[in-house]
């Protein structure tokens, strides 16, 4: 079944100056609308490189708690037919694989971007028809990528859970552990005649445990806070975190999952390189049995991450 990619209708929806319909957002979703245009919030920066340890561990549950967000300061434009190559096969119950829509919209709409998913962690979970071969360094720079994000997140993880007073292992225990899967996305936002009526990813928050991007240069990430889409400011060389689904359940609902969606530009392409992590499929997630007692209830169901994720995808009740 032929699928049309956002990439290859640029040309003409740029010539013509306008959008097909089912890419125009409802008022209360269109960028023009609804971005906040005043005096931008300090979205909290976190310095890796601080010697007082202590200070970024209150840091990063502030951040956590109040914003589900922080930054840690410290090859995709291929032929659309090479593309192809490494598209997800129709009816594949995996995400992987090159290809455009992801989850069901509720009015119908489409996102104004193209993507290519894979696993780069653990090595037994890559399947490699979906890593390109072209550039032919691709493959070994995502395993050299995936050794230093690991150690990335596990310092996140020690950290966000000495944040809610348990032990440095226990967050990511609570996770999946040393199963937990490194998923990376490689987003493609083409330049887009009217970004003042679409998106590039609606309004949402990610289903993984934690989320690690690194964007390009062109701004189009956007934070809900206070009933505000606030504008993240780039920051060269500096990483994005994100708190997924997960880590708020298992906080029981301490930490927050931040409410994000992506806009478009104009004149530049954007892209963006997340890497979510992942509990195993047949995991079990809740909340920590640290954190809950007759005071603090259980606030979400244990679930296996496969059938949480099956119910989020296809706009389910959880």
Same mark, same amino acid.
């Given at each position: 079944?032929e699928v049309?990619?956002?990439?290859a209708?640029v040309?003409?929806?740029?010539?013509?100056g306008?959008i097909?319909?089912?890419f125009?957002?409802?008022?209360?979703?269109?960028?023009?609308?609804?971005?906040f245009?005043g005096?931008?919030p300090?979205?909290p920066v976190?310095?890796?490189n601080?010697p007082?340890?202590?200070?970024v561990?209150?840091?990063?549950?502030d951040?956590?708690?109040?914003?589900?967000y922080?930054?840690?300061a410290?090859?995709?434009?291929?032929?659309?037919?090479e593309?192809?190559?490494y598209?997800?096969?129709?009816g594949?119950?995996?995400i992987e694989?090159y290809?455009?829509?992801?989850v069901r919209d509720?009015?119908?709409?489409?996102n104004w971007?193209?993507?290519?998913?894979h696993?780069?962690w653990p090595?037994?979970?890559?399947?490699?028809?979906f890593l390109?071969?072209n550039?032919?360094?691709?493959?070994?720079?995502?395993e050299?990528y995936a050794?230093?994000? %690991?150690?990335? @997140? &596990? =310092?996140v993880?020690?950290?966000l !859970?000495?944040?809610?007073? $348990?032990?440095p292992?226990?967050?990511?225990?609570?996770?999946?552990?040393?199963?937990?899967v490194?998923?990376?996305?490689i987003?493609?936002?083409?330049?887009?005649?009217?970004p003042?009526?679409?998106?590039?990813?609606?309004s949402?928050?990610?289903?993984?445990?934690?989320?690690?991007?690194?964007p390009?240069?062109?701004?189009?990430?956007q934070?809900?806070k206070?009933?505000?889409?606030i504008?993240a400011?780039y920051?060269?060389?500096?990483?994005i975190?994100?708190?997924?689904?997960q880590i708020e359940?298992?906080s029981?609902?301490?930490?927050?999952?931040?409410q994000? %969606?992506t806009? @478009? &530009? =104009?004149e530049?392409?954007?892209m !963006?390189?997340?890497i979510f $992590?992942e509990p195993p499929?047949?995991f079990?997630?809740?909340?920590?049995d640290?954190l809950?007692?007759?005071?603090?209830?259980p606030?979400?169901k244990?679930k296996?991450f496969?059938d949480?994720?099956y119910c989020?995808l296809?706009?389910?009740?959880?």
């Open positions: 079944m049309e990619r956002v990439q209708i040309s003409s929806s740029l010539t013509k306008n097909p319909i089912e125009i957002r409802p008022e209360d979703e269109q960028p023009a609308i609804t971005t245009h005096p931008i300090d979205i976190i310095d890796f601080d007082d340890q202590g200070n561990i209150r840091c990063m549950a951040a956590s708690r109040d914003w589900g922080s930054r840690y410290s090859a995709y434009k291929f032929i659309q037919e593309k192809e190559l598209a997800k096969p129709h594949a119950p995996s694989g290809g455009t829509k992801l509720v009015h119908g709409k489409k971007a193209d993507h290519l998913f696993r780069i090595p037994t979970s890559i399947n490699y028809q390109p071969q550039p032919p360094s691709y493959r070994e720079v995502n050299e050794q230093e994000a %690991r150690k990335v @997140v &596990d =310092k993880f020690k950290w !859970s000495v944040g809610l007073g $348990l032990g292992d226990v967050l990511k225990q609570g996770a999946g552990g040393e199963e937990i490194y998923l990376m996305k987003n493609y936002y083409p330049p887009c005649p009217r003042d009526l679409t998106l590039g990813l609606a949402h928050t990610d289903l993984s445990a934690m989320t690690v991007l690194v390009n240069e062109v701004p189009g990430l934070v809900f206070g009933g505000l889409w504008d400011k920051i060269p060389g500096a990483l975190i994100h708190i997924g689904d359940i298992l029981n609902g301490k930490y927050k999952a931040v994000h %969606r806009t @478009v &530009d =104009k530049k392409a954007r !963006s390189w997340p $992590l499929a047949e079990v997630v809740g909340p920590l640290q809950v007692d007759p005071q603090e209830p606030k979400y244990p296996k496969k949480y994720s989020r296809n706009k389910l009740p959880q």
